[in-house]
């Protein structure tokens, strides 16, 4: 069975934490919007999709416990929760599409005379719980395609060695993941020697929880260092790489987890091809390169310290060298 990160059922959510994993399995209840913008922004959720669902799921368990007798009351307290949990993690574009995409459609039923604001309310939240069935319908698809397109640039029967990195698996969907959810179908088609993937500083979302969705589901792999991919490259014969995307400029710059810069670099110089598997949601056709995503910098306790205990030396670490970027944009999108 898929793990499930989010569970939600008639009004009530609640979320994986995914800072304990793997040591221990909690849920955390979400009651409302403070609650979603929390968990998203100490990364007990992460993973763009995911932010996207949990957000606008903690916006619908808000709205859901309210009544409203006017329904511009309704639509201004919409557009002001959903810009709000857009501030948790900016770089991810998900959520943001999903607030563009809520705003106008609360926007048109605002307009709508023949709707009461009940009538409004109920299809609001109708409408973000679509959101959850179309990330899995999406996840099944991007699986699906991924895994052919990889299988036809090798031999028949060819068994292929994928290398990712960070975690995109149902951690951070609502299903089977984009680039893992590609892994996940070329094991089910047995065409899957091996899944290499890094342990991804500085949260290490390889290590912790790709490492987890691959035992669960018993997919042969083997965690690497980050530091080890170009000797992995020269040695190991990778098929190719897949990735997942944070937000994709229209002139297809991706931004994703710090590092994806570096394998991208490195698989060309191997000549190993590079995908990235995302949903269109994680396109952002208002930015034209990657030189306008804005980049999310996180704090640096997230690098100096591991579970709170501190692994840099301590003293004033405020140099250029020891501030981090979470995520860099690193690809120029090859055509064809
Ligand atoms: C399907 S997840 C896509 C991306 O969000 C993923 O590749 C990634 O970089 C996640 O980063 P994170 O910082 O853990 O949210």
């Known amino acids: 069975?898929?793990?499930?990160?989010?569970?939600?059922?008639?009004?009530?959510l609640e979320?994986?934490?995914?800072?304990?994993?793997?040591?221990?399995?909690?849920?955390i209840p979400i009651l409302g919007v403070e609650d979603g913008?929390?968990?998203?922004?100490?990364?007990?959720?992460?993973?763009?999709?995911?932010?996207?669902?949990?957000?606008?799921?903690?916006l619908a368990v808000e709205i859901s416990k309210e009544e409203f007798e006017k329904k511009k009351a309704l639509r201004r307290e919409?557009?002001?929760?959903?810009?709000?949990?857009?501030?948790?993690?900016?770089?991810?574009?998900?959520?943001?599409?999903?607030?563009?995409?809520?705003?106008?459609?609360?926007?048109?039923?605002?307009?709508?005379?023949?709707?009461?604001?009940?009538?409004?309310?109920?299809?609001?939240?109708?409408?973000i719980e679509a959101m959850l069935e179309k990330d899995?319908?999406?996840?099944?698809s991007i699986g699906e395609f991924g895994a052919k397109a990889i299988l036809n640039s090798v031999m028949d029967g060819e068994q292929v060695r994928i290398l990712t990195h960070c975690n995109t698996g149902s951690l951070a969907t609502a299903y089977f993941g984009t680039a893992l959810g590609v892994v996940r179908c070329l094991h089910s088609a047995s065409r899957l020697e091996n899944c290499y993937f890094t342990e991804t500083r500085p949260y290490n979302q390889g290590a912790r929880l790709t490492a987890y969705e691959?035992?669960?589901d018993k997919i042969p792999s083997t965690l690497v260092c980050d530091s080890t991919v170009a000797y992995l490259m020269k040695t190991a014969q990778i098929s190719a790489v897949v990735v997942g995307a944070d937000r994709?400029?229209?002139?297809?710059?991706?931004?994703?987890?710090?590092?994806?810069?570096?394998?991208?670099?490195?698989?060309?110089?191997?000549?190993?091809?590079?995908?990235?598997?995302?949903?269109?949601?994680?396109?952002?056709?208002s930015v034209n390169t990657g030189d306008?995503?804005?980049?999310?910098?996180?704090?640096?306790?997230?690098?100096?310290?591991?579970?709170?205990?501190?692994?840099?030396?301590?003293?004033?670490?405020?140099?250029?060298?020891?501030?981090?970027?979470?995520?860099?944009?690193?690809?120029?999108?090859?055509?064809?």
């Open 15 to 27: 979320v994986l934490d995914q800072l304990l994993l793997p040591k221990e399995s909690k849920y």
């Open 248 to 285: 994709v400029a229209s002139n297809g710059d991706t931004a994703n987890k710090i590092g994806t810069y570096q394998i991208a670099v490195v698989a060309k110089h191997h000549e190993v091809p590079f995908y990235v598997a995302a949903p269109l949601t994680s396109i952002d056709f």
């Open 78 to 127: 919409v557009e002001g929760k959903l810009n709000y949990l857009i501030s948790a993690r900016p770089t991810a574009v998900n959520m943001k599409q999903a607030a563009d995409h809520l705003i106008s459609y609360i926007n048109s039923l605002d307009n709508d005379e023949s709707i009461s604001a009940q009538e409004m309310q109920a299809r609001f939240v109708a409408a």
């Open 214 to 216: 691959l035992i669960h």
């Open 292 to 336: 306008n995503i804005v980049i999310e910098e996180r704090p640096q306790i997230e690098m100096t310290h591991i579970n709170n205990l501190r692994i840099a030396s301590p003293g004033n670490t405020n140099c250029k060298h020891s501030m981090y970027l979470y995520k860099y944009y690193f690809i120029q999108w090859h055509k064809g």
């Open 37 to 58: 913008w929390k968990v998203i922004n100490k990364m007990q959720v992460r993973g763009a999709p995911a932010i996207a669902i949990v957000g606008c799921l903690s």
């Open 1 to 12: 069975m898929t793990l499930q990160a989010i569970r939600y059922e008639n009004g009530t």
């Open 136 to 140: 899995i319908s999406d996840n099944r």
